[in-house]
């Protein structure tokens, strides 16, 4: 096979796509839900629906088979019924249509002879044929830059994340997650059962796409451990790669088996896997999203030395009893940075030093910004967190002002080469708090400036950063 | 001094309140903003407040000094200068006022010589004269079937949680926090620097308070530590104690003294009293949050079998990863439920077992009731968790109906006598979906069944419910 570095590009790109299996019922999950939502997303290519029983969808002219239709479409989306695949595959072959995703699913999944029997004609009709297959069983490429985005946040956003992944629910969500943020993605593939294509030829292909900055992988399985070693080893260096491992737990293999059909491997393995890569190790989906927004967004970090900035004393213990869990230090202010707190911070109440515990952070932009000034300057500190706080009736004072433009403001014109994020509490059951805490969140975000909803989700997110730089497994 | 059973009485059902060192200037932090809260949140009884220099507050007259109050007030609020507060507990004495709770702060945690010789002082003021003092530097009692609600959720919301806290910022948060999910407090106090009365005396007193089920504490000291491990031992037999222990860390511990001056003690030593006592260790806030409604709401599960109910694979194997992470096990169905599943889930893209990968759970309440009810019978399973999904662009289905009514109705007739939560994820910075996430876990929560926005933070609960009651350190 060639390298995929230009060959998958028919995948992320396609001008003409057929969609094999379009039913003309009911609205339902399968090849008629997928060109609805490449219809509504403005995908701006041909679309060719392919049925026996033709007629028309959508306005579109529905072709009996593959053989009839007027060109070679790029990329097929097949979804016919799982006995029927090999056919379409052959179909495929004969009109030199070598990019295929079967999104059918029952193949080696099932654990049943049948669909192993027919996984294995999948494989084989591809090295026939030379055909690039992603699947079966997934919901295959996604690209907001071309509109393909049939899954997935949807219109989508680009930008530098490139996700590889045997999960389409688990990227369905991420993809969202990050465009809510304003993060972007540029190419996405969820592989299922990788009957033909794996997770090494993904990595391959977007570890030479300029325009992936950060690889992101969700995965059950591999085919070819010491071969994703080896890549992840060499790529891991210069473009950071970020791994969830499904399948972690014994109950959580044993599921992966039933997923996509293939042995999860040890717990143990995986760990000597990640010290052996230096690629980054995370367990939730926030975990996932946390430190890819730490990864897109801010600059490497010199040391672990954390200056946090806040109030409240409790907040200030707990915070750095956060960060210090994830290697951090919160060491002591230089004397300038000293000199200036003291003058400022009164006695009693307030803590001046490192957490700071002074509550003015929290309402007044201009003294934010001189403590972050002092913080950006102490040679003591290389990376900033700053707890803030949404005003409210619990509290005690009274006209508090939002800080938050002209903090925006400041960090923009700024450009910190410390890395500086922000934690914004507002769980629970308060839904005004949780807007607020979402459209600041947001807003941080869109700016470049990376918001947490917890001191622990920050700490994690940014020991990933740390570690990473300082090459620490 | 006598047991505090009753004694304490005063503190959380006062009658008269005086509030020394009022300012008649601006709102700000201190006697004048504790009086505003108090009346609006429609406090009862009598306050009186106290300056030297009189005159007129809110429509209350302005007392020059406790002395010539018309009537002895149950409770004093001192918010004077520091070096002011001996002379106010010696008038507290004349008058035989002896419950105080002293807001100021200026004493140990400032690590100056002028405020621990204070600090010593007060503590011989209330030896020598039979007083009970909550503080200094701390926010003292807070209880909303009195309407005691000058801090915290307001007006707060009455339950069985009893809060131990040497962090008033993190227990106002977290009275709002539960508050807003349905979770009532009974009485909490802030006690800051423990001058006088320290933890195990609120300890002891709400361990004898039947309106109490569950005991919460956040502590950064303690003066007694063997005390506390010994009543710690005997109470968390009946009632579970939910410990978050702040200064965990070097650095926590450091900023800790600053906080409220004292020693914080080693980790290890924490490590211990935890395995000794029976005591549940949370680290953060939401851990805190997540695990109380735990112990609010549930029954004591009967084992560490687990029945995961949901849709998509990734989502079942991380699910399932999650729940293993904390002791849990994913066990095969018995026969009677296999075979109801199998007749009910299709072969491909579902997956009938545990976890069950059936996407029809998020749609339709009478098949989740089904599923639900089979969960219930099967001996295998001891624990449910449900994952909800709220119906969104992104998917392929077209009109999905939100079942959430009926599950309640169905969860609330039902009484499960098997630990029974919801995860409803919403994160990233979509409000509309972190709106419908909120009010769907609030009516879940209130319904009486946790609801979690994570999988990891659902497990993490019920991991802690579960080894408390199958007594695992």
Same mark, same amino acid.
């Given at each position: 096979?060639?390298?995929?570095?230009?060959?998958?590009?028919?995948?992320?790109?396609?001008?003409?796509?057929?969609?094999?299996?379009?039913?003309?019922?009911?609205?339902?999950?399968?090849?008629?839900?997928?060109?609805?939502?490449?219809?509504?997303?403005?995908?701006?290519?041909?679309?060719?629906?392919?049925?026996?029983?033709?007629?028309?969808?959508?306005?579109?002219?529905?072709?009996?088979?593959?053989?009839?239709?007027?060109?070679?479409?790029?990329?097929?989306?097949?979804?016919?019924?799982?006995?029927?695949?090999?056919?379409?595959?052959?179909?495929?072959?004969?009109?030199?249509?070598?990019?295929?995703?079967?999104?059918?699913?029952?193949?080696?999944?099932?654990?049943?002879?049948?669909?192993?029997?027919?996984?294995?004609?999948?494989?084989?009709?591809?090295?026939?044929?030379?055909?690039?297959?992603?699947?079966?069983?997934?919901?295959?490429?996604?690209?907001?830059?071309?509109?393909?985005?049939?899954?997935?946040?949807?219109?989508?956003?680009?930008?530098?994340?490139?996700?590889?992944?045997?999960?389409?629910?688990?990227?369905?969500?991420?993809?969202?997650?990050? @465009?809510?943020? =304003?993060? !972007? $993605?540029?190419?996405?593939?969820?592989? /299922?059962?990788?009957? *033909?294509?794996? #997770?090494?030829? &993904?990595?391959?292909?977007?570890?030479?796409?300029?325009?992936?900055?950060?690889?992101?992988?969700?995965?059950?399985?591999?085919?070819?451990?010491?071969?994703?070693?080896?890549?992840?080893?060499?790529?891991?260096?210069?473009?950071?790669?970020?791994?969830?491992?499904?399948?972690?737990?014994?109950?959580?293999?044993?599921?992966?088996?039933?997923?996509?059909?293939?042995?999860?491997?040890?717990?143990?393995?995986?760990?000597?896997?990640?010290?052996?890569?230096?690629?980054?190790?995370?367990?939730?989906?926030?975990?996932?999203?946390?430190?890819?927004?730490?990864?897109?967004?801010?600059? @490497?970090?010199? =040391?672990? !030395? $954390?200056?946090?900035?806040?109030?409240? /004393?409790?907040?200030? *213990?707990?915070? #750095?009893?956060? &960060?210090?869990?994830?290697?951090?230090?919160?060491?002591?202010?230089?004397?300038?940075?000293?000199?200036?707190?003291?003058?400022?911070?009164?006695?009693?109440?307030?803590?001046?030093?490192?957490?700071?515990?002074?509550?003015?952070?929290?309402?007044?932009?201009?003294?934010?910004?001189?403590?972050?000034?002092?913080?950006?300057?102490?040679?003591?500190?290389?990376?900033?967190?700053?707890?803030?706080?949404?005003?409210?009736?619990?509290?005690?004072?009274?006209?508090?002002?939002?800080?938050?433009?002209?903090?925006?403001?400041?960090?923009?014109?700024?450009?910190?080469?410390?890395?500086?994020?922000?934690?914004?509490?507002?769980?629970?059951?308060?839904?005004?708090?949780?807007?607020?805490? *979402?459209?600041?969140?947001?807003? &941080?975000?869109?700016?470049?400036?990376?918001?947490?909803?917890?001191?622990?989700?920050?700490?994690?997110?940014?020991?990933?950063?740390?570690?990473?730089?300082?090459?620490?497994?």
């Amino acid at each position: 096979m060639n390298s995929p570095s230009t060959d998958f590009d028919k995948f992320f790109n396609p001008t003409r796509i057929a969609i094999v299996g379009v039913s003309t019922g009911d609205y339902k999950f399968g090849g008629s839900s997928f060109l609805h939502k490449l219809l509504d997303c403005g995908y701006p290519g041909k679309i060719y629906p392919v049925n026996p029983r033709s007629g028309e969808i959508k306005g579109l002219k529905i072709y009996p088979d593959l053989i009839s239709l007027p060109e070679v479409p790029d990329l097929a989306i097949v979804c016919v019924a799982a006995g029927l695949v090999p056919a379409i595959l052959e179909a495929c072959a004969r009109i030199g249509l070598r990019h295929i995703h079967i999104m059918t699913s029952g193949f080696k999944e099932t654990d049943e002879s049948e669909g192993r029997l027919l996984e294995d004609r999948i494989t084989a009709l591809a090295a026939a044929h030379d055909l690039r297959i992603i699947g079966p069983n997934c919901m295959g490429p996604y690209c907001p830059s071309s509109k393909l985005t049939a899954w997935g946040a949807i219109p989508g956003l680009t930008g530098s994340v490139g996700i590889i992944s045997q999960s389409g629910g688990l990227t369905q969500r991420l993809t969202e997650y990050l @465009a809510s943020l =304003g993060i !972007g $993605v540029n190419k996405a593939v969820s592989f /299922g059962n990788a009957a *033909v294509l794996d #997770s090494t030829d &993904f990595l391959e292909y977007m570890a030479a796409d300029d325009g992936i900055q950060v690889i992101v992988m969700y995965l059950e399985s591999v085919k070819d451990a010491r071969k994703l070693l080896r890549m992840a080893q060499s790529i891991s260096r210069s473009k950071p790669i970020i791994l969830w491992k499904g399948g972690d737990s014994r109950a959580g293999a044993a599921t992966a088996v039933s997923h996509t059909g293939a042995l999860a491997g040890s717990q143990e393995i995986w760990t000597a896997f990640y010290r052996q890569t230096g690629v980054i190790r995370v367990q939730s989906l926030n975990e996932w999203a946390d430190t890819i927004m730490a990864f897109s967004l801010l600059p @490497a970090p010199r =040391g672990n !030395g $954390v200056f946090i900035i806040g109030g409240g /004393g409790g907040n200030s *213990v707990t915070i #750095s009893d956060a &960060f210090s869990r994830q290697g951090f230090e919160v060491p002591p202010l230089s004397e300038d940075t000293m000199n200036f707190l003291r003058r400022s911070v009164p006695t009693a109440g307030s803590i001046a030093g490192n957490p700071l515990d002074m509550w003015r952070t929290f309402t007044d932009s201009v003294y934010l910004a001189e403590i972050l000034e002092l913080g950006y300057q102490d040679p003591a500190i290389s990376n900033i967190v700053i707890d803030h706080l949404i005003a409210r009736k619990a509290f005690h004072f009274a006209n508090a002002l939002d800080p938050t433009p002209q903090v925006i403001d400041y960090l923009t014109r700024r450009q910190p080469a410390k890395p500086t994020v922000l934690t914004i509490d507002t769980d629970g059951g308060d839904s005004e708090l949780a807007v607020a805490g *979402v459209r600041l969140r947001t807003r &941080f975000c869109r700016a470049g400036f990376p918001a947490y909803p917890s001191a622990d989700r920050a700490a994690r997110a940014l020991g990933h950063l740390y570690r990473y730089h300082a090459k620490i497994p």
